[in-house]
């Protein structure tokens, strides 16, 4: 199992533009999730999904679209980025919602709004 | 919203040496977990309390659900350089029709001095 994969690593772009950040997970888990890490924060819940077709607002999802048409796949979309918009983006799955269950976070992608 | 109080910010210590951290929360959670995150990588789960007073070991590492509900504390005996990280507590308590959202604290970075 390659368990969670984020695309791309790294992104650098520019304000107004927008982009998709990729997220899958080969697991069946129905739970999954985008956070934003940043300097001197804990991880912010963006967007969650507690399964296909369902997507819910998390603590900061203002910029911030995603859907979810498979189990597999969770992108997340920037409608036009902005500096504030510079974090590191986790996706995170599990097999629910349950706050107990084992989350399994990807590598991360590492977002510079210029 | 509910907030996390992490402490201390980060550690420098010799191998060898115990570590402790601790996580204060304003609000009382139902599940208190700890992360690790390695540079570059996302967080990965190292150990989750279910209840007040509960006391869970993984190898080296001990945490505690506190009595109050309002706070954990991680120990880690014997630090060895792969303890080397950001360790992360996360709480949750039930928010939006039951889906249990996670709070993350702000994070203790361990650094080990050769």
């Known amino acids: 199992n390659a368990g969670v994969t984020q695309t791309p690593k790294f992104q650098v772009l520019k304000t107004g533009q927008s982009m998709t950040l990729q997220c899958a997970q080969d697991m069946n888990h129905e739970y999954m999730s985008w956070y934003r890490q940043d300097p001197g924060m804990g991880l912010r819940l963006i967007h969650y999904?507690?399964?296909?077709?369902?997507?819910d607002q998390g603590e900061v999802p203002n910029g911030y679209n995603v859907s979810r048409s498979t189990t597999e796949d969770f992108p997340l979309r920037l409608l036009s980025a902005a500096p504030s918009q510079t974090s590191v983006y986790f996706c995170a799955s599990s097999y629910s919602s349950w706050a107990g269950e084992t989350q399994y976070f990807g590598p991360g992608t590492r977002l510079l709004v210029l | 919203g509910q907030q996390l109080n992490q402490s201390p910010q980060s550690m420098f210590i010799q191998e060898g040496e115990d570590v402790s951290m601790n996580c204060t929360s304003s609000s009382i959670f139902n599940t208190w977990l700890w992360y690790k995150q390695d540079p570059g990588e996302g967080p990965v789960l190292l150990i989750a309390?279910?209840?007040?007073?509960e006391l869970t070991s993984n190898g080296r590492l001990t945490a505690q659900f506190g009595i109050t509900r309002k706070d954990s504390f991680l120990n880690i005996s014997a630090s060895i350089p792969s303890d080397v990280g950001i360790y992360f507590c996360?709480?949750?308590?039930?928010?939006?029709?039951?889906?249990?959202?996670?709070?993350f604290g702000t994070g203790t970075r361990l650094t080990i001095i050769p």
């Open positions: 999904s507690v399964g296909a077709g369902i997507t």
């Open positions: 309390l279910y209840k007040a007073g």
């Open positions: 996360a709480g949750s308590g039930v928010w939006n029709f039951g889906n249990e959202k996670l709070t």
